[in-house]
């Protein structure tokens, strides 16, 4: 089992910043690919960012290419994402996910343990 705490999320206006972080409880998160997903108020819950196990690689929604960035730190056992440029339709609450297939994958059934999100508010 692995727990996911994410942390970070609060009411930021638009244009703001604000960084999100994934606290993963196990030794062996180095080994696992990561996503961060969000959902809106009456809308799925969507992929926004993830990366592999290394760090080596990336990928993002189109929706938050060049504003968001995802990254990594093994030896803490921690994941990030920082958001700028925020816009009001980033508002939503974030989750994060570990998968343990290790490489990227967009798709909510790949990832086997997920935190219990943290709410971002932008305003306008």
């Given at each position: 089992?692995?727990?996911?705490?994410?942390?970070?999320?609060?009411?930021?206006?638009?244009?703001?910043?604000?960084?999100?972080?994934?606290?993963?409880?196990?030794?062996?998160?180095?080994?696992?690919?990561?996503?961060?997903?969000?959902?809106?108020?009456?809308?799925?819950?969507?992929?926004?960012?993830?990366?592999?196990?290394?760090?080596?690689?990336?990928?993002?929604?189109?929706?938050?290419?060049?504003?968001?960035?995802?990254?990594?730190?093994?030896?803490?056992?921690?994941?990030?994402?920082?958001?700028?440029?925020?816009?009001?339709?980033?508002?939503?609450?974030?989750?994060?996910?570990?998968?343990?297939?290790?490489?990227?994958?967009?798709?909510?059934g790949a990832y086997d343990y997920w935190g219990q999100g943290t709410q971002v508010t932008v305003s306008s």
């Open positions: 089992q692995v727990q996911l705490v994410e942390s970070g999320g609060g009411s930021v206006q638009a244009g703001g910043s604000l960084r999100l972080s994934c606290a993963a409880s196990r030794r062996t998160f180095g080994s696992y690919a990561m996503g961060w997903f969000r959902q809106a108020p009456g809308k799925e819950r969507e992929f926004v960012a993830a990366i592999n196990w290394s760090g080596g690689s990336t990928s993002y929604t189109d929706s938050v290419k060049g504003r968001f960035t995802i990254s990594r730190d093994n030896a803490k056992n921690m994941v990030y994402l920082q958001m700028n440029s925020l816009k009001p339709e980033d508002t939503a609450v974030y989750y994060c996910a570990a998968s343990t297939r290790m490489v990227i994958d967009r798709t909510q």
